[in-house]
């Protein structure tokens, strides 16, 4: 095994290949989070399309330049740049603020706020980059889940039995066909799959931490025979189960 600084030096030499900025790329695709980056002047540098939309521009290129007067009323304005002025003289992050950030109609909403320093080659702070998650976009986007949260409390606690989606509908306060099309919508599958991928990961646990015999976790995870156990098993993870435990052991 290398060395710390051996690792250190592998880092360094794989990131001096990427070009600068890469990582950003990634709020691209981080939902309604809002990412930015400023300079030391306030003005935005970078920001991914849900910022630029959420400030009523179509891309990140209409934003760039523009400072937090031009975006927001002069209120919030001013507040946004006092975070910005003490991470830029302290050099240190604000993680977890809890402010008003305009919604995409223009209404203040509560949001968290992360502010972090960026630097340039020498370490010196050089501007400021930041995520604003909307705590309302939040509840929003959980809420689904926590609709179908007695359903999908009542599979894990009896994965083992015959999948019962009157019940599961019964649960969640809703007729079978609300159900079914609610699940399916919520976790991208029917309660089927879903109940099946659940007896799958279950069982891929006690092939890890059992030395049962696949037969026999087969039964207790809730599937009638071998054969359905390992036709689903591979579908799942790519692999029969006596493989999968196999490759386990040799890389525990």
Known sequence: MQSPSQRVRLQEAWAQK?????FR???EHAGSILFFAKDLEGRIMYANTAFARRC??????EVVGLSDEDLFPPALA???????????TTGQPILGIIEL???SAGRPEWCETNKLPLRDHEGRVCGICGTVKSYEGTRAAIQPYLDLAPAADHLKDHFAEKLDVEHLAQLSRLSVRQFERKFRHTFQMNPRTYLIRMRVAI???LLRTTDRRPTEIALEVGFYDHSDFSRQFRRAMGMPPTTYRRQYLANP
């Open 203 to 205: 069982a891929a646990e």
């Open 18 to 22: 990427l070009p600068a900025g890469q």
């Open 101 to 103: 950030f305009p919604n």
């Open 78 to 88: 001013g507040h946004y740049r006092e975070g910005d002025r003490r991470v830029i």
């Open 56 to 61: 009523g521009f179509a891309s990140e290129a």
């Open 25 to 27: 790329q990634l709020f």
